[in-house]
């Protein structure tokens, strides 16, 4: 078998992924390990960024590699690998939210924050605004959604979401734009209401 990676190097330096992933097709499963040590740490953080809960990323990153394992035959290798799991790592993690209860708990909420007060001497309804928009952008259609989580979630340039979505630039600004102007309307008829 021709070498895939350098073992000096580790797994982080596979040399050809697409022969990696023939090869693992192929019935050489053990190689999997390679492709998971490499990409669970950043799957995981894109997780991490979108649901902001340590245990559930955990818990959504193994199902994103199992899901990874069983799609490869559908893989296309003329796409990077990593676009590939990225999006289905985003995928899972929206589902993942459009799915929970979109709530805080109070022990979530720093005192400091849970004592302040508005100008009206009322509490501070950080709950409620938070529970409006997660509201709002769960009602987005998911193209908008989308970019929504990936630039302001995880904080992706619109180069990088450009790539992760296999859209042009272009495309992306323009849905970014259509998307804070939808959340904007959303946010103000529902927050005029808290405080």
């Known amino acids: 078998m021709k070498t895939i990676y350098n073992s000096e190097d580790g797994p982080g330096m596979i040399k050809d992924e697409a022969a990696l992933i023939r090869t ?3 019935g050489h499963t053990a190689q999997y390990g390679l492709l998971v040590e490499r990409y669970q740490n950043p799957v995981f953080r894109v997780i991490f960024k979108i649901v902001n809960n340590h245990e559930e990323a955990m818990e959504l990153t193994q199902d994103v590699f199992v899901k990874a394992y069983e799609s490869l035959p559908q893989y296309d290798p003329r796409y990077k690998f990593f676009s ?6 985003i995928n899972r993690a929206l589902l993942y939210l459009r799915n929970r209860k979109p709530c805080v708990e109070p022990e979530q909420i720093p005192a400091r924050e849970r004592e302040k007060v508005t100008q009206e001497g009322q509490p501070f309804d950080l709950v409620t ?5 997660d509201r709002a952008v769960n009602e987005l259609d998911q193209k908008y959604k989308t970019v929504i989580l990936l630039k302001y979630f995880t904080g992706l340039s619109y180069a990088e979401i450009s790539e992760t979505l296999d859209l042009p630039e272009k495309t992306i600004k323009s849905r970014l734009f259509d998307a804070r102007m939808l959340l904007k309307e959303k946010l ?4 005029k209401y808290v405080d």
């Open 84 to 89: 590939w799991i990225y999006r289905m790592a």
């Open 188 to 191: 103000e008829k529902n927050l």
């Open 24 to 26: 693992i097709i192929e």
């Open 129 to 133: 605004k938070s529970i409006l928009v």
